[in-house]
């Protein structure tokens, strides 16, 4: 089943509650949460107080991707604001396998995340353990930006690794991802989708309905792809 996580990283920070609202009522499945530090990455976004307020709004899941170093500290924060997926990249943490293992005593699913230029070497001795898999098809760090088109390459090796495994594990893309290109991204191997701008940068108007042409549009291409 294909899954769509907007990106509250484009989304109107002042009026953030109803944005997440709308994007679930125009057919969204994931609210997926940015979380930068200006060290890891070359950007400051959100903290836990922004996803324990939003979590009362709705029972969709909420997907923290971290992008944080060290990364350990942050997790028990995101996983008490109400997190259900807590994602990380192997460069922010020490022991890799550690805190996986902090993020399911936190009673959450786990996920780790490659840049376009990191290994899948480090799912060797831990894809057993994650339930997804995230491949950043941009350089983390900055909404907007163009898919690169490696990343394709990539999710397939991903996606033979996960089958192989017989395990459900998510596999989700990030960066770029667009109506005009989702169909093929599907095709190399993802099931979950995060799109910001191509979501929440549709329409700045007051439509309460503005999402709903843009998330027909993915949900379209998405059904040309064979499950």
């Keep these: 089943m294909f899954q769509i996580a907007p990106s509250i990283l484009s989304a109107n920070f002042a009026k953030l509650g109803e944005e997440i609202t709308q994007v679930l009522d125009a057919g969204a499945d994931i609210i997926h949460f940015d979380v930068m530090d200006n060290h890891y990455v070359p950007n400051l976004t959100i903290g836990p107080l922004v996803c324990e307020a939003i979590r ?8 923290v991707h971290l992008m944080v170093e060290p990364v350990d500290r942050i997790i028990p924060d995101f996983a008490k604001a109400g997190a259900n997926i807590i994602s990380f ?74 089958d192989a495994s017989g395990r459900n594990i998510l596999l989700e893309i990030d960066g770029g991802v667009k109506v005009d290109n989702i169909a093929q991204i599907a095709r190399a191997g993802a099931d979950t989708f995060v799109a910001g701008s191509a979501i929440f940068g549709a329409s700045k108007d007051s439509d309460p309905h503005r999402y709903d042409s843009v998330i027909a549009a993915l949900r379209a291409e998405l059904a040309k792809v064979a499950p």
Excluded at 56 to 63: C, E, G, Q, R, W
Excluded at 98 to 120: D, H, M, S
């Design 56 to 63: 009362p709004l709705t029972k969709a899941v909420i997907d």
């Design 89 to 162: 990249h192997p460069e922010a943490s020490r022991h890799i396998d550690r805190t996986i293992g902090l993020i399911k005593e936190q009673g959450c699913k786990a996920g780790l995340v490659f840049n376009p230029a990191t290994p899948l070497s480090y799912l060797d001795h831990v894809l057993d353990k994650l339930d997804l898999v995230l491949i950043m098809s941009v350089n983390p760090g900055f909404g907007g930006q163009s898919f690169i088109p490696e990343a394709l390459n990539k999710l397939r090796l991903a996606r033979e690794r996960i």
